[in-house]
């Protein structure tokens, strides 16, 4: 069973990651319109190699997530989210997931030296809406004394996130804000 902090991080990413139209499911077209925001803050055009390699990866994430389709209506409820969460194990993310982190890395490796910097964090969570005093307090928690996270210390953060039920948890900071665990 998922505890209630796990289920509030799950929550707050569905809703802000995934549910694009705010509709409270999620559809395919959700999916090409995160794709659309993407290429917009890259600055890609669609004859870009790098434009039809994200929009192979986006189609993967889909596959994967929608999966949770239980009554196979072509959306993922809230409902069914959760319910996918309860039966995935705490050990290892699902394939599609592991797919999003290596996105949400890539995107925020703005200069791509293969790391991630308090400036590159704050600016892309400013740009997807959050308050950038809040993602530099998230930065701060989830390096500790580092100044950069890497691609081993990003997805293990990712992985906590998504699997972990501590509430103290480096790894809640992943997205930002941990404002969501207090609603």
């Given at each position: 069973m998922v505890s209630d902090v796990r289920k509030k991080k799950l929550l707050f990413a569905f809703?802000?990651?995934f549910d694009a139209d705010e509709s409270g499911a999620v559809e395919k077209k959700d999916f090409e319109?995160?794709?659309e925001k993407l290429v917009r803050l890259q600055g890609w055009k669609e004859t870009?190699?790098?434009f039809n390699v994200a929009k192979d990866i986006m189609n993967q994430i889909w596959d994967g997530f929608k999966a949770a389709d239980v009554d196979s209506d072509g959306k993922v409820s809230t409902d069914e989210w959760i319910k996918m969460w309860n039966l995935q194990g705490t050990d290892t993310l699902p394939?599609?997931?592991n797919l999003f982190c290596k996105v949400c890395f890539?995107?925020?490796d703005k200069t791509g030296d293969g790391a991630?910097?308090?400036e590159e964090f704050v600016k892309v969570h400013g740009i997807f809406g959050g308050p950038t005093e809040d993602a530099?307090?998230?930065f701060k928690k989830m390096a500790g004394d580092k100044s950069s996270l890497n691609w081993e210390d990003f997805s293990k953060l990712f992985k906590e996130f998504f699997l972990s039920d501590d509430a103290d948890a480096p790894g809640n900071y992943i997205f930002g804000t941990i404002?969501?665990?207090n609603e």
């Open positions: 809703k802000k990651f319109k995160s794709l870009d190699v790098i394939e599609w997931n890539h995107i925020q991630i910097d308090e530099a307090d998230a404002k969501f665990l």
